[in-house]
C-alpha cells in the first residue's frame, strides 16, 4: 500500500543553517505530494505541495522537488529562522482529502 | 484561512472511562472530516472518515465500537474513545474537507489513559 517515510528527529540547527529532511514514498498511480508544518499549539497547516513529477512546490523560502525517478519529496531552506521551528509532515495523496503522513520531523532552530 | 477548532487538547483518563474530542470547522461547512491517530514515533494513520448524516468509514483494524464517531451537523463531528485503555494512549487529529484539495487540520488531542 501507499506509505510515506521521513527522517526522523529532532533536528536541531543554527539560524542561517541550510535544511534538508528527507522524505521517501511508495505509492501506486501518480499523487500529490505535500509538506504540511504544525506550529507548537496549532493544527498542521499545507506549506507546499506538488502534483506531478518534476514539480516543484515553494513557500516561505522552503522548497520541495517531486522526484519519481527516486521517489523523493525532500524539503529544503537556504537559511533557518527561529520561527521555523515546528514539526514537518510528509505527506502524499490521491484524492486531495485522504493523505498517508510521515512520522513527522521536529525541527527547532537556536539563535 | 479557515480554521478547524479541535478540543481537548490535552486529556488524562483513567482505564475504562469514556473520552470525546469534538472537531469544530469555524468558517466553513465540512461534509467530510477525517480522524487520524499518531502512536510514538510513527505515521499520522488515518482511522475514519466521517460523512455528515451518514456513518463514518473506518480504516482495517480500526474498532468502530470502540471509536465512535458522530458527524451530526456540517461543523461539528466527535469521536469517542470508549472504556479507553492505556494502549488507546495516542495523538489524535481531526481534519475538515471544505471543498477538493482544501483540507484543514485540528490542532490535535493528546490522550493519555492510566
Known amino acids: 500500500g501507499d506509505s510515506v517515510t521521513q527522517m526522523e528527529g529532532p533536528v536541531t540547527l543554527s539560524e542561517e543553517a541550510f535544511l534538508t529532511i528527507n522524505c521517501t514514498y511508495t505509492a501506486t498511480g501518480y499523487p500529490s505530494l505535500f509538506w504540511y508544518v504544525q506550529y507548537p499549539g496549532e493544527g498542521l497547516q499545507l506549506l507546499l505541495k506538488a502534483t506531478k513529477a518534476d514539480d516543484k512546490g515553494s513557500n516561505k523560502g522552503f522548497e520541495a522537488t517531486y522526484r519519481k525517478e527516486t521517489t523523493s519529496f525532500h524539503l529544503e531552506k537556504g537559511s533557518v529562522q527561529v520561527s521555523d521551528s515546528a514539526v514537518y509532515f510528509c505527506?502524499?495523496?490521491?484524492?486531495?482529502?485522504?493523505?498517508?503522513f510521515g512520522t513527522g520531523t521536529s525541527l527547532t532552530v537556536i539563535p | 484561512g479557515a480554521v478547524v477548532s479541535q478540543h481537548p487538547s490535552r486529556v488524562i483518563c483513567k482505564s475504562g472511562t469514556s473520552v470525546k474530542i469534538e472537531c469544530r470547522s469555524l468558517?466553513?461547512?465540512?461534509?467530510?472530516m477525517f480522524w487520524y491517530r499518531q502512536f510514538p514515533k510513527q505515521s499520522l494513520m488515518l482511522m475514519a472518515t466521517s460523512n455528515e448524516g451518514s456513518k463514518a468509514t473506518y480504516e482495517q483494524g480500526v474498532e468502530k465500537d470502540k471509536f465512535l464517531i458522530n458527524h451530526a451537523s456540517l461543523t461539528l463531528s466527535t469521536l469517542t474513545v470508549t472504556s479507553a485503555h492505556p494502549e488507546d494512549s495516542s495523538f489524535y487529529i481531526c481534519s475538515a474537507a471544505e471543498g477538493p484539495e482544501k483540507l484543514f487540520f485540528g490542532s490535535g488531542t493528546q490522550l493519555s489513559v492510566l
Open positions: 505527506a502524499l495523496s490521491h484524492t486531495g482529502n485522504q493523505f498517508y
Open positions: 468558517d466553513f461547512q465540512a461534509t467530510t
